[in-house]
């Protein structure tokens, strides 16, 4: 049997990812400089209490944002600033329409609620086909922390063995592959396809053999 369930990193896989980008529209809505508001909401651990749930609203993210940094604008403006690191891979999107309905398909991403919650809003189109959307703040734990791949496998109600994972991150690869997934390093639309074709590849040459 090939692995049932394809999950995919958010970030770097469905999204590119531009951190440094980011921290610039932030800095020029903030009117702060790059590497104070880098220190105020990612160097001091913030961004990733996000991640890890530990506020579990966006309206807390946002409230948080604005008592560190000044910041007066609206919440569209901050949304639109916080999220600028993410900008949608359409060249993903036919890859996944191939495969849509052949396999479940999720979304395993270390992000918290502003970012569901507004990129959802921003890119809905990216997120059509998902059948589980598995972001680490509902999770309790960020990759590679193998309690993170325990807890998605088990949000998809999925043996190890059953989960093929696409992410661009060395280090999630080898957590998912420690937690008995299937997994492969995403470097490309091509990547991609080839890890989805060597999949098949492998699923037929076990049943010739079985």
């Known amino acids: 049997m090939r692995p049932h369930h394809l999950v995919l990193d958010l970030g770097g896989v469905l999204f590119h990812f531009d951190h440094a980008h980011r921290l610039r529209r932030l800095a020029d809505a903030f009117a702060l400089p790059t590497d104070r508001v880098d ?10 209490d996000c991640d890890s749930g530990t506020y579990p609203h966006a309206a807390e993210i946002r409230d948080h944002i604005r008592a560190a940094t000044g910041f007066t604008g609206g919440d569209d403006d901050l949304d ?3 999220c600028s690191a993410f900008r949608p891979d359409h060249a993903v999107r036919p890859s996944l329409e191939r495969h849509r309905g052949s396999r479940p398909l999720a979304l395993f991403t270390n992000n918290g609620p502003l970012e569901q919650e ?16 598995l972001f680490s703040h509902r999770l309790g ?7 993170a791949f325990d807890a998605a496998a088990k949000q998809l109600g999925a043996c190890p063995d059953d989960i093929l994972f ?3 991150s060395g280090a ?5 592959r420690a937690a008995g997934w ?8 091509e ?12 699923a037929t040459a076990r049943g010739v053999q079985a």
């Open 80 to 82: 639109a600033a916080w």
């Open 141 to 147: 734990h960020r990759k590679p922390d193998p309690a």
């Open 39 to 48: 220190a105020l909401l990612w160097r001091s651990g913030f961004s990733a």
């Open 118 to 133: 507004a990129l959802l809003r921003l890119y809905p189109t990216m997120f059509d086909g998902f059948d589980h959307l």
């Open 172 to 176: 999630n690869i080898d957590a998912a």
């Open 166 to 168: 696409i992410d661009d």
């Open 182 to 189: 299937t997994a492969h390093h995403f470097q490309s639309r």
């Open 191 to 202: 990547s991609l396809e080839q890890a989805l074709a060597l999949e098949c590849s492998n």
